[in-house]
């Protein structure tokens, strides 16, 4: 009888460090889907095209339980309803099981459709922390040629911010008094504490002058903009998973825990809403997504 080879402690270790880290991937793949900040049809697409990813490892009825308002009722009834097994990992679905997946998909979740831009008026917007202002003041410092509108705030200065270059600090009253007078654009209260608002004047002088206006605002603002200007280009700034929103929240250090979790509530709120948007620009590396959206102010992105 032949001799079995007991297999190495060292490989055992390895196999078992890289089974934990696909786990850990996966799971971050599901917070994805749940928030909103990956589309459902992406990851079926990438589970596909690559058989050997995190995607392609997950089981369908993990897929279909990560994705929002799905409970176990209903993933049981849509396996049922599209011929699939529950044991089913999404790689190993056959092609007859994907396009049916996909056509449910499509009808469950629309995916998000762009329109050509339309106005030199772009709208920035996106979920608390995925780093609006970084992009924007990028753009301010690298294409001089556009029009960063400062909005103006009823919060504070946070370290390192200058009156009338980040923001127009004023209080209460003042803030009454300009939406009195029908001087700001759009105005909204975010995170039930500050009021921001656009100040419409210097707005209208630079796209009268033939400028690329870029208002860097909440979804609220974003919302009046396009009721008040239907032609405006709005642009929805996505992070690249929503591990790295959390860090970025944490990292920035300017809200403690009760503030962080109530801005995490509405940032999973705010990704709900992105197929409102024109466009969506993932925020991976701030100079990319910069230039990402100064092609969309070009039009030279479709």
């Known amino acids: 009888?032949?001799?079995?080879?007991?297999?190495?402690?060292?490989?055992?270790?390895?196999?078992?460090?890289?089974?934990?880290?696909?786990?850990?991937?996966?799971?971050?793949?599901?917070?994805?889907?749940?928030?909103?900040?990956?589309?459902?049809?992406?990851?079926?697409?990438?589970?596909?095209?690559?058989?050997?990813s995190d995607a392609a490892t997950m089981r369908v009825t993990d897929f279909l339980m990560a994705l929002p308002a799905i409970g176990a009722g209903k993933r049981d009834r849509v396996l049922d309803e599209l011929g699939i097994s529950a044991v089913k990992r999404l790689g190993g679905l056959g092609v007859r099981q994907r396009a049916a997946l996909a056509g449910w998909l499509d009808e469950r979740f629309p995916p998000h459709r762009p329109r050509a831009a339309r106005s030199r008026?772009?709208?920035?917007?996106?979920?608390?922390?995925?780093?609006?202002?970084?992009?924007?003041?990028?753009?301010?410092?690298?294409?001089?040629?556009?029009?960063?509108?400062?909005?103006?705030?009823?919060?504070?200065?946070?370290?390192?911010?200058?009156?009338?270059?980040?923001?127009?600090?004023?209080d209460d009253a003042e803030f009454d008094r300009l939406i009195a007078a029908g001087q700001l654009l759009e105005h909204a209260t975010v995170h039930n504490r500050y009021r921001y608002g656009t100040p419409r004047g210097p707005v209208d002088a630079a796209l009268a002058a033939g400028k690329t206006v870029l208002l860097e605002i909440d979804l609220q603002g974003a919302r009046q903009v396009r009721a008040a200007e239907p032609a405006a280009s709005l642009v929805f700034l996505?992070?690249?998973?929503?591990?790295?929103?959390?860090?970025?929240?944490?990292?920035?250090?300017?809200?403690?825990?009760?503030?962080?979790?109530?801005?995490?509530?509405?940032?999973?709120?705010?990704?709900?809403?992105?197929?409102?948007?024109?466009?969506?620009?993932?925020?991976?590396?701030?100079?990319?997504?910069?230039?990402?959206?100064?092609?969309?102010?070009?039009?030279?992105?479709?």
């Open 121 to 170: 008026l772009l709208v920035l917007a996106g979920p608390t922390a995925v780093g609006k202002g970084t992009v924007a003041a990028h753009i301010r410092e690298t294409h001089p040629e556009i029009h960063l509108s400062v909005s103006a705030t009823t919060r504070a200065p946070r370290p390192g911010e200058v009156d009338g270059v980040h923001y127009y600090f004023v």
């Open 238 to 302: 996505l992070p690249p998973t929503w591990d790295e929103l959390v860090n970025r929240l944490v990292g920035r250090g300017t809200e403690g825990d009760e503030e962080r979790a109530r801005r995490l509530r509405t940032a999973r709120t705010e990704l709900a809403a992105q197929n409102e948007f024109d466009y969506l620009v993932v925020n991976a590396d701030v100079a990319s997504a910069a230039e990402e959206v100064v092609e969309l102010s070009s039009g030279s992105a479709h």
């Open 1 to 52: 009888m032949a001799e079995r080879r007991a297999v190495p402690e060292v490989d055992r270790a390895a196999a078992s460090r890289r089974a934990l880290e696909r786990r850990r991937a996966r799971a971050s793949l599901k917070r994805d889907l749940t928030s909103r900040v990956t589309a459902p049809q992406s990851v079926l697409r990438q589970a596909i095209e690559e058989p050997d």
